[in-house]
């Protein structure tokens, strides 16, 4: 038997948004409630390739399935004109142990989930009335965070902030060319929009606590690393509802654990972002609410499940 | 691109003897001289199928590829009519992080890189007059170790200990279908041969030191977790050389770190074996050596790639 091998086209036409986000939101309601095993990832350096590479797994305990991730992630290959990640899941049989197909997706399945996430956790967290939505950042998690929250609730105009006007005038385009409203803002400006999703790579805040307004929501996705920081302490010491996606993960390494560290908020003061999603919290109308996602394991092994179970339809 | 994927059929014919000991014997040596990279393995369990996965990496440093290989074994299949273990290897570049192919092997090459490593430090370390071997367990190993060893050394007899008269005999027919003259033997005869390897999953040692002859080598390769012991440590006290694989994991779960512990060797009694492949010790006529080898990772990238270029020539 040939070991099935699904490609990026296949798997983007199987991927409809309604799976991701069906499969995503039971993913972390699962892993909130403890049904999820996620071992520690696998990390090899390439130091001379300015490259590196980590092995994710996953199971949501119980599920037909389980993933194994591989990830690279070269950074001087823009210079070699190929791309800078690459990747695939193995999705294996959790009675078996056999492969049931390798999903060469080059990291699709990963953005998705995240923007999944990310637009699950802002609906549920933000005021039913909010409109405007800011994306910090221009890259492809900034044009999907906006695009999977628009398949969720109305959206106004989206504020984009980017360092580079070329880039933010560029992501506005291509939010426009979706049918939605979109202009480059100042961080000022951003900070105060009723929903913000933050996506960049920074080491430092990229807004200011008290640009926030009474009411609003913001989720942070892009501090998936300790070095790496978007959301300032300030702002969860505002905060009346914090939410992570795993606590343990993002008091090591998430804008929460700057948080705590700074003293700005207590390292119990969170609950489960899944827990939200299966009931939401009751929120007063001046309360702001923040999310700190880092990314969870259990999502690719539910998702890659999900899709290959699509693809073998 | 599609990604290659090449099945078990492809991969046996590419891996001639003579790859497979060529590759070993230059990853051996570049471990030994610490030109590898092996990051400590990922693990996840599945209890109620009785299951569990391993994923192991490795790297040569500076070879032009690095391997991820994804290990599983549920040890219920045998009441489904399906194998116990399934696996594959993931062969990666490491100057671009980009997936070069996927060797779906079965776990074939993890057993011959087992067996490849096994044969050459055997030869190594056996006196060149050394004639009868002796292997303990009847599975796969103990054919391949036998078959192997005789591709480098004439082998007069071999003497098969197992504990099913069965198995022994149905081993002595395969060994005879490949040319060699092979009977079962009880554990003391076979522990008096000029050659022993052991290969079997014994969680106590398998012979009693006072049956090996003074001139004798032994070679342990099946003690590869911590409950598991093939080798007396009364055997390594009497050793004048002792070789391991892999120094620090020897160290922590081979026959070697029953020896220490028992306070029969010292620790820093051992060499790499790697080191003996490159220039055999000296050794007085009457010495017995012993091997003990853990299995490798770095072995796995090595023999991966050079299947992969064998593939694709």
């Known amino acids: ?28 309601i699962a892993h909130a409630e403890g049904r999820s095993s996620v071992p520690p990832p696998l990390h ?31 950074y001087s290959n823009h210079g070699l004109g190929i791309p800078t990640n690459h990747g695939l ?7 078996t142990g056999q492969v049931r197909a390798l999903l060469d997706d080059r990291g699709l399945l990963t ?42 609730r109305t959206i106004s105009t989206v504020l984009v902030h980017g360092r580079s006007p070329h880039k933010a005038n560029a992501l506005c385009e291509q939010l426009h060319a979706r049918g939605l409203d979109a202009r480059p803002a100042a961080t000022q400006e951003a900070a105060a929009a009723d929903m913000v999703i933050t996506t960049t790579p920074a080491t430092s805040p990229v807004l200011n606590a008290t640009h926030v307004r009474e009411g609003a929501h913001v989720t942070g996705i892009g501090t998936d690393m300790p070095h790496k920081n978007e959301l300032p302490p ?3 010491h505002r905060a009346q509802l914090i939410a992570t996606d795993d606590h343990a993960q993002c008091l090591d390494h998430g804008d929460f654990a700057h948080a705590v560290r700074a003293g700005a908020t207590a390292q119990d003061s969170d609950i489960a972002a899944g827990h ?23 999502l690719d092994a539910a998702l890659a499940s999900a899709v290959l179970d699509q693809l073998l339809r």
């Open 111 to 152: 953005a998705w989930r995240t923007a999944a996430a990310g637009a699950l956790i802002t609906h549920a967290m933000a005021r039913p009335d909010a409109r405007t939505l800011a994306v910090f950042g221009t890259g492809e998690q900034a044009l999907l965070q906006a695009t999977w929250l628009a398949e969720l």
């Open 1 to 28: 038997m040939t070991l099935p091998v699904f490609d990026l086209a296949a798997i983007e036409r199987a991927a409809t948004s309604q799976l991701v986000l069906d499969t995503v939101r039971a993913a972390l």
């Open 44 to 74: 090899m350096a390439f130091p001379e390739a300015d490259g590196d590479c980590h092995v994710k797994a996953g199971w949501i305990t119980g599920a037909a399935d389980f993933t194994v991730k591989i990830a690279t992630g070269f």
């Open 234 to 236: 300030a702002l969860f």
């Open 276 to 298: 939200l999603l299966k009931a939401p919290a009751d929120r007063p109308e001046t309360a702001i609410t923040v999310a700190d996602l880092t990314g969870v394991g259990a």
């Open 89 to 95: 899941v193995c999705v294996i049989s959790a009675h």
